[in-house]
């Protein structure tokens, strides 16, 4: 697939006018997803678009004009089997990052950059960009196994992704992390050496409770971090046996066939009218640092590199 230079234009899209920055930022994810796509049909690995890469496909046929990545989602055995291909098989360069339990995450560049070749090959945009791609995990069908998997991931999950906050940070509530730590060591039997890094233990242990039924026969599966939230938010597992393609920008992308009762799950049942929601967050930081960067040598900030937002 080719994106020809003609896709980086700016258009008004749905009453909505889509900058020129923005346009790169889709064209490099749809390079991302490329190479994630070749990966997966050398190892016969399905995937599907989920979040906003879905609701775009469904509602837009492409991108939702305000939004600037795309998600992905993987049953837990081609999740595995993903990332570890992926390890040795995307181009010298990339990365994943594993910061999230049951989730991973694609990055083409591991820094901003502005030397001449990079920015040729990836449409003129100097910044981070990447793919998310969640796990679905099995679950248990009794439902007191079910409460206690999703308790216990809840628990080991949220220490993990709050460690590194300061213990005075609201979301620790006047809690201890501490005496959470010695509880999570307690209920899952496993020692966690202070010595070494403690927020990559953690993901690692959250990552395999949320995988404990891998192996068994399921009815539904979720990603855990969503269940814990909405205990409703589960899939059956047959829903992943009817796939269709759906047109994206240039491309097709495979979702569920049941693609109707996942956004409305998502997002309520008038998910086909747009809210337009604040976004950017990332690619905000990455603007403004580049832009004190020119600031700084005494140069003016090539509008290239910039994009207005709405106050």
């Known amino acids: 697939m080719e994106i020809k230079s003609e896709y980086t ?39 599907y678009g989920w979040y906003g890469t879905l609701l775009g496909a469904v509602r837009h046929q492409g991108f939702i004009p305000w939004d600037d990545d795309m998600d992905l989602v993987m049953l837990r055995k081609n999740y595995e089997r993903f990332r570890w291909y992926a390890k040795t098989e995307l181009p010298k360069g990339w990365r994943i990052t594993e910061e999230i339990p049951a989730n991973i995450s694609v990055f083409h560049t591991d820094t901003i ?64 992390k501490w005496e959470f730590l010695n ?13 070494s890094p403690i927020k ?3 993901y690692f242990l959250a990552d395999r409770i949320a995988a404990m039924y891998w192996n068994e026969e399921s009815k539904e599966v ?59 967050i990332y690619l905000k930081k990455q603007i403004n640092f580049l832009r004190e960067y020119f600031n700084n040598r005494g140069e003016a900030f090539p509008t290239c590199y910039d994009m207005h937002f709405d106050s």
């Open 200 to 202: 990559k233990q953690l």
């Open 222 to 280: 979720a990603f855990m971090p969503d269940l814990y939230k909405n205990p409703n938010y589960r899939i059956p597992i047959t829903s992943f046996e009817r796939v269709i393609k759906k047109p994206f920008e240039t491309i097709s992308l495979p979702v569920l066939e049941d693609y109707d009762s996942i956004c409305r799950l998502e997002y309520g049942a008038n998910y086909m009218t747009p809210v337009k929601t604040e976004g950017h």
């Open 183 to 195: 509880q999570v060591e307690e209920l899952t039997g496993q020692h966690i050496d202070q010595q």
């Open 9 to 47: 234009h700016d258009e008004m899209r749905e009453g909505c006018y889509v900058q020129p920055l923005l346009k790169r930022v889709w064209a490099v994810q749809l390079d991302i997803l490329k190479e994630i796509d070749t990966i997966c049909m050398r190892h016969h690995i399905p995937y």
């Open 113 to 176: 950059r502005l030397d001449q070749d990079f920015l040729d090959k990836f449409h003129g945009c100097p910044y981070i960009t990447g793919i998310d791609i969640f796990c679905m995990d099995n679950l248990p069908e009794n439902k007191t196994d079910r409460e206690v998997h999703v308790n216990l991931f809840q628990m080991v999950y949220n220490l993990c992704v709050n460690w590194e906050l300061p213990e005075d940070n609201p979301k620790w509530r006047g809690d201890n």
